[in-house]
């Protein structure tokens, strides 16, 4: 009996990623976590795709963190589908995947403008539909666009419309001054404060799993014999199925399905590829902090955009969320980056050198952010008292006077 393939439409209520949605995915930018949850979907919707196991074979948590429970972008997606307007998936897309972990979007105005190629009126249309979307106050620019969100879907006009109009007076909560600015008696400001206190400032909480979520690093750092060594952790070994494609390649369904597994193995092999590169430049600057536990050089963004010749929003998209492993702890890339002060001096070293100081010094007359200020300068490490300052609330370090030892 000849074989051909029939292909009939249902409607279920499950979810999977369809090739748009995984096609429009910021592969640099997403997790390991995240990646399994991709990886597994399309090995079970397409038949050309199939994994040759993994660099780490016995750490099965890799697939199994698919059954965590459902992400915000996730949820976003399914809500899409569901809405009467029309909009451009590409535009949505990159929207959401932009969202960083509290459900606030990542850039500013002019940065998706110049990013997405669309006009002000067209990134606003597709804004209002991301922020249409549950939960309410998704995709703000920040925690008070977020209360404003809320407080337009809750009829709260007045309240929303003095808020927008005088953020900055009623977030003093200084009575005097909100009503000499908004002309408001108390009551009104009462009302304005209860109606604030109706929404949440941070409304996708809900999905911040990070204390549950097992963390599976990207890369190992080992030293071998005063060398430094670089390996990939978990990084699935998918490929496409040629010979299947042979078979089945006259089928214009089939066809499609295969340009989408080779979209998706393309763009795995580079998002490895381009993690690796960018992880051993960072390596090679900070080997002697992996050698012999240095402070770390100074080293940002822009120095490594140079070196490899990316953007710097693709070496941070690319940083974003990775983690290494070195002598049995586990650490995010981004920890190796490291500010420059005026004087160019790594941050790392003077914030090591201001524990130093503080650990030596008289308990009962403790240094002022000044004399310590100059106790660096006699190591030839400059900075403003300012910068000191905020090194010093970094490290959660109190000031002299809360450091003074009572008698």
């Not at 948590?61 to 009467?84: C, G, H």
């Not at 999905?207 to 060594?229: A, G, H, R």
């Not at 998918?238 to 979209?263: G, I, R």
């Not at 001096?345 to 009962?364: C, M, Q, R, T, V």
């Given at each position: 009996?000849?074989?051909?393939?029939?292909?009939?439409?249902?409607?279920?209520?499950?979810?999977?990623?369809?090739?748009?949605?995984?096609?429009?995915l910021?592969?640099?930018?997403?997790?390991n976590?995240?990646?399994?949850?991709?990886?597994?979907?399309?090995?079970?919707?397409?038949?050309?795709?199939?994994?040759?196991?993994?660099?780490n074979?016995?750490?099965?948590?890799?697939?199994?963190?698919?059954?965590?429970?459902?992400?915000?972008?996730?949820?976003?997606?399914?809500?899409?589908?569901t809405?009467?307007?029309?909009?451009?998936?590409?535009?949505?897309?990159?929207?959401?995947?932009?969202?960083?972990?509290?459900?606030?979007?990542?850039?500013?105005?002019?940065?998706?403008?110049?990013?997405?190629?669309?006009?002000?009126?067209?990134?606003?249309?597709?804004?209002?539909?991301?922020?249409?979307?549950?939960?309410?106050?998704?995709?703000?620019?920040?925690?008070?666009?977020?209360?404003?969100?809320?407080?337009?879907?809750?009829?709260?006009?007045?309240?929303?419309?003095?808020?927008?109009?005088?953020?900055?007076?009623?977030l003093?909560?200084?009575?005097?001054?909100?009503?000499?600015?908004?002309?408001?008696?108390?009551?009104?400001?009462?009302?304005?404060?209860?109606?604030?206190?109706?929404?949440?400032?941070?409304?996708?909480s809900?999905?911040?799993?990070?204390?549950?979520?097992?963390?599976?690093?990207d890369?190992?750092?080992?030293?071998?014999?005063?060398?430094?060594?670089?390996?990939?952790?978990?990084?699935?070994?998918?490929?496409?199925?040629?010979?299947?494609?042979?078979?089945v390649?006259?089928?214009?369904?089939?066809?499609?399905?295969?340009?989408?597994a080779?979209?998706?193995?393309?763009?795995?092999?580079?998002?490895?590829?381009?993690?690796?590169?960018?992880?051993?430049?960072?390596?090679?600057?900070?080997?002697?902090?992996?050698?012999?536990?240095?402070?770390?050089?100074?080293?940002?963004?822009?120095?490594?955009?140079?070196?490899?010749?990316?953007?710097?929003?693709?070496?941070?998209?690319?940083?974003?969320?990775?983690?290494?492993?070195?002598?049995?702890?586990?650490?995010?890339?981004?920890n190796?980056?490291?500010?420059k002060?005026?004087?160019g001096?790594?941050?790392?070293?003077?914030?090591?050198?201001?524990?130093?100081?503080?650990?030596?010094?008289?308990?009962?007359?403790?240094?002022?952010?000044?004399?310590?200020?100059?106790?660096?300068?006699?190591?030839?490490?400059?900075?403003?008292?300012?910068?000191?300052?905020?090194?010093?609330?970094?490290?959660?370090?109190?000031?002299?006077?809360?450091?003074?030892?009572?008698?």
């Amino acid at each position: 009996m000849k074989q051909k393939f029939n292909f009939n439409q249902t409607l279920k209520q499950t979810f999977k990623l369809n090739q748009t949605m995984i096609n429009s995915l910021d592969f640099l930018k997403i997790d390991n976590n995240e990646l399994a949850k991709l990886i597994n979907d399309a090995l079970q919707t397409n038949p050309f795709l199939e994994t040759q196991g993994f660099y780490n074979k016995e750490d099965d948590k890799f697939l199994e963190s698919i059954s965590s429970p459902s992400s915000l972008s996730v949820d976003l997606y399914k809500q899409l589908l569901t809405i009467s307007l029309s909009y451009d998936e590409h535009i949505m897309s990159f929207l959401i995947n932009s969202l960083n972990d509290k459900g606030f979007l990542s850039y500013n105005e002019s940065e998706y403008l110049e990013t997405l190629k669309i006009s002000k009126k067209n990134f606003y249309y597709h804004l209002d539909i991301l922020q249409s979307l549950e939960p309410t106050g998704v995709g703000a620019f920040d925690i008070i666009d977020s209360i404003c969100i809320q407080l337009k879907a809750l009829n709260k006009n007045k309240t929303y419309h003095l808020l927008k109009k005088y953020k900055n007076t009623i977030l003093t909560y200084n009575y005097q001054k909100i009503q000499e600015i908004t002309q408001l008696n108390k009551t009104e400001i009462n009302q304005i404060f209860d109606d604030i206190k109706l929404c949440n400032p941070y409304p996708c909480s809900e999905y911040n799993f990070e204390s549950d979520v097992y963390i599976s690093p990207d890369i190992n750092i080992y030293i071998e014999d005063q060398q430094i060594l670089i390996q990939p952790v978990n990084q699935p070994n998918v490929v496409v199925n040629n010979d299947l494609y042979n078979a089945v390649k006259d089928n214009d369904k089939m066809k499609e399905y295969f340009k989408d597994a080779s979209f998706i193995v393309e763009n795995l092999t580079k998002r490895n590829q381009t993690l690796l590169m960018i992880t051993n430049e960072l390596v090679k600057i900070q080997q002697g902090y992996f050698l012999y536990n240095d402070e770390l050089q100074p080293c940002t963004l822009s120095d490594l955009a140079n070196i490899c010749g990316y953007h710097e929003s693709t070496i941070s998209r690319t940083l974003n969320q990775k983690y290494y492993t070195f002598n049995n702890e586990v650490y995010p890339l981004k920890n190796l980056l490291v500010s420059k002060t005026n004087s160019g001096d790594s941050s790392d070293a003077i914030k090591k050198a201001i524990l130093d100081i503080i650990h030596h010094e008289n308990k009962n007359t403790p240094l002022s952010d000044e004399s310590i200020t100059k106790q660096l300068e006699r190591q030839d490490l400059f900075c403003s008292r300012r910068v000191i300052s905020k090194y010093r609330k970094q490290l959660n370090i109190p000031s002299s006077s809360k450091r003074k030892r009572k008698a």
